[in-house]
């Protein structure tokens, strides 16, 4: 069956990074784009970066640009996050997702960025 296991949260402190990771099986990863979003406290669900197949293209929310980058490890079954730059805004539950014949969500990790 399809799973979407993300790791790599934690509590940072502004200006820190993190990565997170989202291991995924049960497809044949490299034919499909994949995604992370992000939902914080009391606020809706949020697309924060998206990757074609093969990596031919990626986007980003407005927010993120320039500080978050969204890469694929095809050989690895992996999708990456990898954050700079973090504000206390970043705070949320980050979640991998991706739609075949469905759609699929991991389970989320939760970041936190404090001091």
């Known amino acids: 069956q399809v799973q979407l296991v993300e790791s790599g949260g934690g509590l940072v402190q502004p200006g820190g990074s993190l990565r997170l990771s989202c291991a995924a099986s049960g497809f044949t990863f490299s034919r499909y784009a994949m995604s992370w979003y992000r939902q914080a406290p009391g606020k809706e669900r949020e697309l924060v970066a998206r990757?074609?197949?093969?990596?031919?293209?990626?986007t980003y929310a407005d927010s993120v640009k320039g500080r978050f980058t969204i890469s694929r490890d095809d050989a690895k079954n992996t999708v990456y996050l990898q954050m700079n730059s973090l504000k206390p805004e970043d705070t949320a539950v980050y979640y991998c997702?991706?739609?075949?014949?469905?759609?699929?969500w991991g389970q989320g990790t939760q970041v936190t960025v404090s001091s």
């Open positions: 990757i074609t197949s093969a990596g031919f293209s990626t």
């Open positions: 997702y991706t739609r075949l014949w469905s759609t699929y």
